[in-house]
């Protein structure tokens, strides 16, 4: 079992240390103010929000999301019409140009956390990882906020 | 030769100013208009429909008259708009002080099958304590939304699941049971809480 663990992290270090040189877009990434609300249960989907910024100078493209927390974990897009009703879709992949940033917040753009495989507990935090078009990858640390949360101060 | 070469252009002017002008009452007030986005809620008073709150306790647009009224529709599997917007009413609740023990809060579920009265009473035990959750048969929602003139649609989702599409916005009547205004989803506190007061100064009027 030790000795499992011990290979497979040294397998995703590895594999973290090549990626990580042979890629420049994803490395341009910083992630900023990661939060989500407590889930009640585990049967409703969560969401999780974050500032995702660009500081290189090649525009990088957000193509998924995964994380042990979900199942399913999509980024949605919240849109409201004209006539005030709100709707939810997947919003495909996201590119940020260089020195910008997408914004995952309340009402907009959000990392929907599909068939939770735990309950989202307030003072507890989970690992997020942002796939990027360039093969490579960023992994935040998410905290989890209280129900009622309404941004990362809580 | 000249006199007419300007009279034509004059004429092709007033031509063109004329299609303008018939081209724009089509599409605003003639037969190319859109149709209404949205019109006004009825009158608590005359609205006609029955639910249960999250005590279990049988209610109806009558038990919102006689205080000022807030209402809100969503679904408890909702994970963004819906805790995002109880979450400002609370702040709004909050921000009231004293005040807000004088209005009903209601959130009405669109999603009664999976939104039981106990599903209600839990999520809205997570908010301000002013707000009630309501649900009910599927008819009497559909009641409810159509007197506050709000819509709603199932959406499946990838997963099997679905989600549901609703009206984001939240309704103020006053103490007579009139419609006062609406709050928008992601309208700011320093616009929402003045719009609460007059609902809750509406009543005063009344009074007088």
Same mark, same amino acid.
């Given at each position: 079992?030790?000795?499992?663990?011990?290979?497979?992290?040294?397998?995703?270090?590895?594999?973290?240390?090549?990626? !990580?040189?042979?890629?420049?877009?994803?490395?341009?990434?910083?992630?900023?103010?990661?939060?989500?609300?407590?889930?009640?249960?585990?049967?409703?989907?969560?969401?999780?929000?974050?500032?995702?910024?660009?500081? !290189?100078?090649?525009?990088?493209?957000?193509?998924?999301?995964?994380?042990?927390?979900?199942?399913?974990?999509?980024?949605?897009?919240?849109?409201?019409?004209?006539?005030?009703?709100?709707?939810?879709?997947?919003? /495909?992949?996201?590119? @940020? =140009?260089?020195?910008?940033?997408?914004?995952?917040?309340?009402?907009?753009?959000?990392?929907?956390?599909?068939?939770?495989?735990?309950?989202?507990?307030?003072?507890?935090?989970?690992?997020?990882?942002? %796939?990027?078009?360039?093969?490579? %990858?960023?992994?935040?640390?998410?905290?989890?906020?209280?129900?009622?949360?309404?941004?990362?101060? /809580? | 030769?000249?006199?007419?070469?300007?009279?034509?252009?004059?004429?092709? =002017?007033?031509?063109?100013?004329?299609?303008?002008?018939?081209?724009?009452?089509?599409?605003?007030?003639?037969?190319?208009?859109?149709?209404?986005?949205?019109?006004?809620?009825?009158?608590?008073?005359?609205?006609?429909?029955?639910?249960?709150?999250?005590?279990?306790?049988?209610?109806?647009?009558?038990?919102?008259?006689?205080?000022?009224?807030?209402?809100?529709?969503?679904?408890?599997?909702?994970?963004?708009?819906?805790?995002?917007?109880?979450?400002?009413?609370?702040?709004?609740?909050?921000?009231?002080?004293?005040?807000?023990?004088?209005? %009903?809060?209601?959130?009405?579920?669109?999603?009664?099958?999976?939104?039981?009265?106990?599903?209600? =009473?839990?999520?809205?035990?997570?908010?301000?304590?002013?707000?009630?959750?309501?649900?009910?048969?599927?008819?009497? @929602?559909?009641?409810?939304?159509? /007197?506050?003139?709000?819509?709603?649609?199932?959406?499946?989702?990838?997963?099997?699941? $679905?989600?549901? %599409?609703?009206?984001?916005?939240?309704?103020?009547?006053?103490?007579?049971?009139?419609?006062?205004?609406?709050?928008? $989803?992601?309208?700011?506190?320093?616009?929402?809480?003045?719009?609460?007061?007059?609902?809750?100064?509406?009543?005063?009027?009344?009074?007088?």
């Amino acid at each position: 079992m030790t000795k499992l663990t011990i290979t497979m992290l040294a397998t995703l270090t590895t594999l973290a240390l090549t990626t !990580g040189v042979a890629l420049a877009g994803s490395e341009d990434v910083v992630v900023d103010d990661a939060w989500a609300r407590a889930s009640i249960g585990m049967n409703r989907p969560g969401a999780a929000y974050m500032t995702i910024r660009n500081i !290189g100078d090649e525009a990088v493209t957000l193509t998924g999301i995964s994380t042990p927390l979900a199942m399913m974990p999509e980024i949605h897009e919240t849109t409201t019409s004209a006539a005030g009703v709100s709707s939810m879709a997947p919003a /495909g992949e996201i590119t @940020i =140009a260089p020195g910008e940033a997408a914004e995952l917040a309340p009402g907009g753009l959000h990392a929907m956390l599909m068939q939770l495989q735990e309950q989202m507990i307030e003072g507890q935090s989970f690992p997020l990882t942002l %796939n990027f078009s360039d093969g490579g %990858n960023v992994t935040v640390e998410v905290p989890i906020l209280g129900f009622a949360a309404r941004g990362p101060e /809580g | 030769m000249r006199r007419r070469t300007a009279l034509g252009y004059g004429a092709t =002017a007033l031509g063109a100013m004329g299609l303008t002008l018939f081209v724009g009452w089509w599409r605003v007030d003639g037969p190319g208009a859109p149709e209404a986005v949205a019109s006004l809620p009825l009158p608590l008073t005359e609205m006609d429909f029955r639910l249960t709150d999250h005590e279990g306790q049988p209610v109806g647009p009558e038990t919102l008259v006689d205080r000022p009224t807030m209402v809100f529709f969503g679904f408890t599997f909702c994970p963004d708009v819906c805790p995002t917007t109880l979450s400002d009413i609370s702040g709004w609740l909050d921000a009231l002080g004293e005040d807000a023990g004088q209005m %009903n809060v209601v959130f009405i579920t669109v999603d009664p099958d999976r939104d039981t009265v106990e599903t209600m =009473a839990e999520y809205v035990g997570y908010f301000h304590p002013a707000i009630r959750g309501w649900t009910g048969a599927q008819d009497q @929602i559909a009641r409810a939304a159509e /007197g506050f003139r709000a819509s709603y649609e199932r959406v499946p989702t990838d997963g099997g699941d $679905y989600t549901m %599409n609703h009206t984001a916005s939240v309704f103020l009547f006053d103490a007579a049971g009139r419609f006062v205004s609406m709050i928008d $989803y992601h309208e700011p506190r320093e616009f929402a809480v003045p719009k609460i007061r007059r609902a809750l100064e509406e009543e005063t009027e009344g009074a007088t």
